[in-house]
Structures are given as C-alpha cells and as structure tokens.
C-alpha cells in the first residue's frame, strides 16, 4: 500500500533517544550556525532542514563522482522497490537531472519495479492495488519504466547464469575527458552553457517503454501457482529470501541487458550493508563479501550494479523522505509461521539495531570493516570455476580443511529404500547432488533447503543440464587414451 508522505518512513529504533534530546535542548545547526536544528542525524551533528539537504545531496553526488565508474550519456537502470532507501534514490536522480540543479547529473536513468505481491502473500486485488499506486509514482517521475513480475524469472534463458562480455563504456578513454567530450557534444548539440554544458535531452513523457500507461495486469494464474510451488517447498524462510533475492536480480539482470542498459543502481544503505554483511558471513559467504556490499558489483560482466546509497544510514533516509515528502509503497514481508528468530536476517537485523541504540557507531563500525574486504577471491578463473547460481567464484581450496565434505552429498530417500531401489536412479541434471559440485558453499547450504528438482526454476535446470554435460565430455577426453585426444584433435 501507499505510505502517506511524512509518515512512519522506516525510522527504526535508533531514532528515540535523540529526538527526546532535540526536544528538550534545542541547538543550533551546525553548519550554517544560524537555523534552530530540525534533527540530530549523529551525536553531535545537528542539522536545520536547508543544511540536511544539502548535506544529503552533496553525499550522493559525491559518492558517484569518486568512484567515476557511471559515464556521461550511459543508460543507467534505477531498480526500485518503493520502499524508502530506493525512493529516496530515485528523488536523488530527479533533482540531479532537472533544469533548477547547478550542475546536471549526466547519465539516461530508466526505472524497474519488480512486483513481488504472490510470494509475499497479497491477493491478486491487493497485487492490483500496489501496482497502480506503483505506477502513478513512475509515471510522475517522467522517467521510462518497466513494470515485471517476479512469475516472469520461470521464463528467463539459461544465458541469464553466464557472465555476458565486458564492454566498458569507454574503453580508450579517461573519466575526465569522457566529461570533457560529453559537454562539448551538448553544446555543439545547441543545449547551452548555463548550466556548465551538462544539460541532457528530457528523461521522457512518462510512459511505460512497452506501450502507454494502462490498467496493470497480472501473469497468467498458472505461472503464479509454478511460484507458489517453488516457494512452497523452501524448508526455511532464511533460503526463501536467498532464493527470492537470486530471481530478483536476475529479472533486472535480463531487463537491462535486452534494453540495453550498462549499469544498475540499487538503493542499499549503510544499514542494509552492515546486516547483509554479518548475515552473508553466518550464510558461508565471506569470500565474496566485496562484491555483495561494495559499491560495484561486476559479476555479470556486460552489466554491474552499483550501490550509490551505501553511505547513508536508514535514519538519515527516514528524515529526508519524512521532511521533503518522498513518497514510498510499503509491501509486506515473506509470510511465516515463526514469530521468534525467522530467519538469519531478522536475527542479524534485531541484533544489530539492538546495539545501535545504545552504540551510536555499531553499524557505521560493521560497514567500514567490510570496506576493507577484496574483490579478487570472488573472480573465477573459467566458467567451471563459477557458482551457478550466484556466478563468483567456487571457493573449494582445500576441501578437508574447510570441512565441506559434508555437503558434496544430498541423501535422496526418494530414490533409496532399505537398500533397494524402488525407482530407476536419476542421471545426470535429474539428481539433486549433481548440482552440488557446480555450487559455492554458501549456495550450496541454500540449496539444500530448496525444494526437488521439478519445482526448480527451468533457466536453472537447463544451465545445470549443459554445464553437468559439458563436465562429462572433459572427463571423457581426459580418461580416453591418447591415440584417441590426437584423433579428436585433428
């Protein structure tokens, strides 16, 4: 449902003791030292609503010119999920391209929503409901959007599991003089100097780039059931959120890469990146924390992702959509049936936020520890050195030692009974610990807990099928004599 805007924004429970604070002893901002201060955003910081906006302007714009990774005239997909980080993110690009900001933000933003309303348990009216209101908000950006359905990622290629070429934006060419090039073409182009030549063609009418706006219509009832099925057999809610991050990321994957789209930009804060990073360690994930939390992530190889937001801490959010009105779509959380600790996320989460209120730097801490990870271990060397799932690296170094021995085998009763089989055994893709060795540790724990291998997702299960296949052609080659490698060499 639409969040009022002023409304509860996702504030958290760090924000009690300050605001008792602000109060009961009013300050002075300290920035301009003039204005009475509005919000406390740290102990000791105190900001008037003029000076705060700036502050978080300035933040954002700074964190995109450092890293200098997104071009002048590059597509840029926003993905948004109407929740508060991510449409403050998209309130950041609006202003930064409208004709009022000094100096322009110079890439082509589009927008993606994915709707997620059947694995989250709301009705088809209630789904209807929530993408009305989402796509009033996008029409109002005048932004091109894409409104897809998370039933859609049944029906992605198997190519969506394989890293696509590396094309950079600009390859022969520094950051600095792609700017330069960039301004001399706008004015050439007869767009004008007054605002530093950074002007870019209107981001468009507002209409969705698949048609004009209309009434939004939901998958067919039989593409929502496969869903429910996939869903339904997740043992855990902890691998249900694995498994729903994993097929979101793949439908704005493919979205960007048909639309032709370099980059993606996520609305992850600094909290979200503290807890992502604390649950991917308890999850096995440490080798690839880098890419996971970093700024960039360039995995995919034709598309990266990149986390402008990363800096900005949930309360900080929480104040600037409450005080300058961002209005946001609130969707429920993954049904479930425990109350008490649901899953490692919700456990990381309330752990954290727990200390944060008594330890204003405990986030801030976790956050910077991760900026210290590196990116190389989560780089694979060839393609069967790579996760099928997630696509980095396959950290197997020393087996015995790492103790994951233990998750190379899946027992599979189904198949076994008393010794006997009751059934043919499966081959190939058809058995479950075939996928074991094509996996990561931490996937291949989530894998565990999904469901057989007739509810997985059909992309998944072709990619499986051509990689198991093209492993057992290697063996065969390696095993057969050498009369017959110098035969089918020649």
Request: glycine share 8%; aromatic share 6%; proline share 8%.
């Amino acid at each position: 449902m639409c969040a009022a805007p002023g409304g509860d924004s996702g504030s958290g429970p760090d924000m009690g003791p300050e605001r008792g604070e602000e109060q009961s002893h009013p300050r002075t901002c300290m920035k301009c030292k003039k204005g009475p201060a509005a919000l406390i955003i740290r102990v000791g910081d105190p900001f008037c609503r003029n000076c705060f906006r700036e502050y978080f302007v300035h933040k954002f714009r700074a964190m995109l010119g450092k890293n200098r990774i997104i071009f002048p005239g590059e597509k840029v997909l926003l993905a948004v999920s109407g929740g508060p980080a991510s449409s403050a993110m998209l309130r950041q690009v609006q202003e930064g391209l409208s004709r009022e900001t000094a100096k322009r933000l110079r890439f082509i933003p589009s927008v993606i929503y994915v709707d997620e309303g059947a694995v989250r348990g709301q009705s088809p009216a209630q789904r209807e409901q929530s993408l009305a209101c989402m796509e009033t908000l996008l029409q109002a950006t005048g932004f091109p959007y894409y409104l897809v359905h998370l039933e859609q990622a049944l029906e992605l290629p198997a190519s969506i599991l394989r890293p696509g070429p590396t094309t950079p934006s600009e390859p022969n060419v520094s950051y600095k003089e792609a700017v330069e090039g960039f301004i001399q073409q706008q004015r050439q182009k007869g767009y004008g100097d007054q605002d530093s030549g950074t002007s870019l063609p209107g981001p468009g009418n507002g209409e969705s780039p698949e048609g004009p706006p209309s009434a939004p219509r939901l998958p067919a009832a039989a593409l929502t059931q496969e869903l429910l099925k996939l869903f339904g057999a997740v043992q855990t809610l902890t691998a249900k959120e694995e498994l729903l991050q994993m097929l979101r990321i793949h439908l704005i994957l493919h979205t960007a890469r048909t639309k032709g789209y370099t980059k993606v930009m996520t609305g992850e804060t600094c909290t979200r990146v503290a807890i992502k990073l604390l649950t991917n360690l308890a999850l096995g994930r440490g080798a690839f924390l880098a890419v996971d939390t970093g700024f960039k992530d360039d995995r995919h190889g034709d598309v990266m992702v990149v986390r402008p937001l990363r800096e900005y801490m949930a309360k900080e959010i929480a104040f600037y959509n409450h005080y300058f009105n961002v209005p946001t779509v609130i969707a429920p959380p993954l049904p479930t049936k425990r109350r008490d600790k649901p899953s490692f996320r919700h456990i990381v989460e309330n752990f954290l936020l727990g200390l944060q209120k008594d330890f204003p730097s405990t986030i801030s801490t976790v956050y910077r520890t991760g900026e210290k990870m590196s990116a190389d271990h989560a780089k694979p060397s060839c393609e069967s050195q790579r996760c099928l799932l997630c696509l980095c690296a396959l950290d197997l170094d020393g087996e015995e030692e790492l103790a994951l021995e233990p998750t190379l085998i899946i027992d599979e009763p189904e198949l076994e009974s008393n010794g006997c089989c009751q059934h043919p055994p499966a081959a190939g893709a058809e058995r479950k610990s075939a996928y074991i060795p094509l996996l990561c540790y931490g996937c291949r724990l989530t894998f565990k807990e999904l469901g057989p291998i007739t509810t997985l997702p059909p992309y998944v299960r072709a990619e499986a099928e051509r990689r198991i296949h093209s492993m057992e052609m290697q063996q065969q080659i390696q095993q057969a004599p050498p009369e017959d490698k110098e035969l089918g060499k020649s």
